[in-house]
């Protein structure tokens, strides 16, 4: 899997502006991929009204976190690239779930539905030790820019490695202090300007622990939809949202219940954040959770490499949890580009770009972990 490592040492724009320098042309390519997905798949009416959309959420994101603000502009100015398609990039599946009617009743277009972002994840206390991992799948057009991204110890927060593409702050990750997040895509009907969602993932991971790194979840400004499952090993908790909704669906302490298992896709579990959402008729979250569920009510989880191995599962394909929606013709629909683990006990990110069906994910550790 390919990695950027940034120097230490380095300011907030100084940190982005490399990240944008190293993967120019691959930003811009899918910063226009997703600005054209946002167009048919969202609610505007012209290219021009997503950006003036995407700019929105700028300011948001300044209030929310200055330091994540500068290094987005920084990426975007390594880039050379317009800050608002920046915010496309980083914050498309949020974004396409703006109806900007909501914003100014006289904007808007139709939008035509997306079959494009679903996500498989299991938090499980094993016998092996505490475990957090996810498919990560999205349009079969953004696996060529996926990497990971490792960041050290910096503006007083913990060296990080994150999960991610080109171009975005993050999408799932752990630090060095062992916090982890991964997410899951909720479709929201109540979606606003909000934070940048993969900016909360990189703030969550600036804590020291998972019941700090939830606090700084439950008072954020969301945007639209995500299930967020974050961890320590100590502790765990799951967290749907909705623009306007936040529910907590899952909080354990694995010491006092070492078989917590939460399993999630990509519809809602709490029904008040189901009353603002919807999943969409060609979606494969269903088939997903019925088969984990299945699974492990069949035989519970052991460890590290089991649980690995049922995310990767074939069975049902291409409906399946390593899933292979995505054709030649279809280039644009679902596709598993990869996964990443969290093994708490030995901080360490185990992460793969691409099908999992297979083969063995990569460690990342930490310096003096």
Not at 164 to 192: E, F
Not at 313 to 318: K, Q, S, V, W
Request: glycine share 10%; net charge negative; proline share 5%.
């Amino acid at each position: 899997m390919e990695v950027l490592s940034i120097p230490k040492g380095l300011s907030a724009r100084e940190r982005g502006r490399v990240h944008g320098e190293h993967f120019r042309a691959r930003i811009h390519e899918i910063a226009q991929i997703r600005l054209e997905l946002a167009l048919t798949q969202g609610k505007f009416a012209s290219s021009m009204e997503v950006l003036e959309t995407a700019r929105l959420h700028l300011p948001v994101l300044e209030g929310f976190d200055a330091p994540l603000h500068e290094e987005l502009l920084g990426i975007a100015e390594g880039a050379d690239l317009d800050p608002a398609k920046a915010v496309v990039l980083n914050h498309y599946t949020d974004l396409k779930d703006v109806d900007p009617r909501r914003l100014d009743p006289s904007k808007g277009g139709e939008g035509t539905g997306n079959e494009d972002e679903d996500c498989s994840a299991i938090l499980a206390g094993t016998p092996e030790g505490v475990y957090r991992a996810q498919t990560w799948d999205m349009h079969g057009s953004v696996e060529p820019y996926v990497f990971l991204l490792s960041l050290p110890e910096h503006d007083g927060r913990p060296a990080l490695h994150t999960f991610t593409i080109t171009g975005c702050l993050a999408l799932a990750g752990m630090n060095a202090r062992g916090v982890g997040v991964t997410i899951n895509n909720l479709k929201s009907h109540d979606a606003r300007v909000g934070v940048v969602w993969p900016a909360l993932v990189r703030r969550m991971l600036a804590e020291d622990n998972a019941s700090a790194a939830k606090h700084v979840l439950m008072t954020a400004p969301m945007s639209s939809g995500h299930h967020y499952a974050i961890s320590d090993g100590e502790r765990g908790y799951g967290v749907e949202t909705s623009g306007e909704k936040k529910a907590v669906i899952f909080d354990a302490t694995f010491a006092t219940e070492p078989g917590a298992l939460l399993l999630h896709t990509n519809h809602c579990l709490d029904p008040g954040v189901a009353s603002v959402s919807w999943v969409s008729d060609w979606s494969t979250s269903y088939d997903r959770h019925d088969w984990l569920s299945h699974s492990v009510e069949a035989r519970a989880l052991e460890g590290r490499d089991d649980l690995w191995s049922r995310l990767a599962t074939h069975d049902g394909y291409p409906r399946s949890v390593c899933t292979h929606m995505a054709t030649d013709e279809k280039p644009h629909a679902m596709k598993t580009c990869g996964a990443m683990l969290c093994d708490f006990g030995a901080r360490t990110l185990y992460a793969h770009h691409g099908c999992i069906h297979g083969v063995k994910p990569t460690a990342y550790g930490f310096e003096g972990a």
